[in-house]
């Protein structure tokens, strides 16, 4: 820890200040663009979104599995984005019982801002590079990503692995870090109004 934290001294290896540097841009650009740390909305809104976005519409049953919450915060959840207009429920006919819950165009929308925020700043942030230095960087950075599908193709073959939220973990810093007052109603953001009320 001691030599990450000195990671841009004098003294560090080259390695030592990439991770350094890598780590403060993830941490700087998620401060930027991410919803639940922008205060936008709460961590289980955000990651309830972004599962319907990957896997179409899904139950309350195995949102509440899938996101590792009860069945009742899924739901609660749920009534806040579809009066928003980002999800809608609905029955399935076969079973009232079953209740299956889909993004709406808006909540497809809404995915898509994020991750146009997200391209935004980083071509803002490229901005003092040449662009010969910008592919150069890509090729760079292309090949550090191509050693990381190697080393975890190689963890997987070893053995199974606990799956965790795209992110990393963040979503328990978001539980931490998403802005306290922001948690009653619904903000208007960047001219898309935003879930902010407690769902927990």
């Not at 195995?62 to 609905?90: D, H, M, N, W, Y």
């Not at 973990?169 to 109603?185: T, Y």
């Amino acid at each position: 820890m001691h030599r990450l934290q000195s990671g841009q001294g004098a003294g560090a290896t080259a390695s030592e200040r990439f991770v350094h540097a890598f780590i403060a841009l993830w941490r700087l650009l998620r401060r930027r663009t991410h919803p639940v740390r922008r205060g936008e909305m709460t961590p289980e809104q955000y990651w309830l979104l972004r599962h319907l976005e990957r896997s179409g519409p899904t139950s309350i049953g195995e949102l509440a599995a899938q996101l590792g919450i009860s069945p009742s915060s899924v739901t609660v959840a749920c009534k806040r984005l579809e009066r928003c207009g980002f999800v809608r429920r609905e029955r399935q006919t076969g079973d009232e019982r079953v209740v299956k819950v889909r993004l709406t165009p808006r909540g497809f929308g809404q995915v898509q801002a994020w991750r146009d925020r997200l391209f935004q700043s980083l071509e803002l942030l490229l901005e003092p590079l040449s662009e010969a230095e910008q592919e150069q960087l890509a090729l760079l950075l292309e090949r550090v990503v191509e050693q990381a599908e190697r080393a975890e193709r190689t963890e997987r073959s070893e053995g199974p692995a606990k799956e965790v939220p795209e992110g990393g973990g963040g979503e328990s810093e978001d539980r931490v870090h998403a802005a306290p007052g922001l948690h009653r109603g619904v903000a208007e953001r960047g001219g898309a109004r935003a879930v902010t009320e407690e769902d927990r």
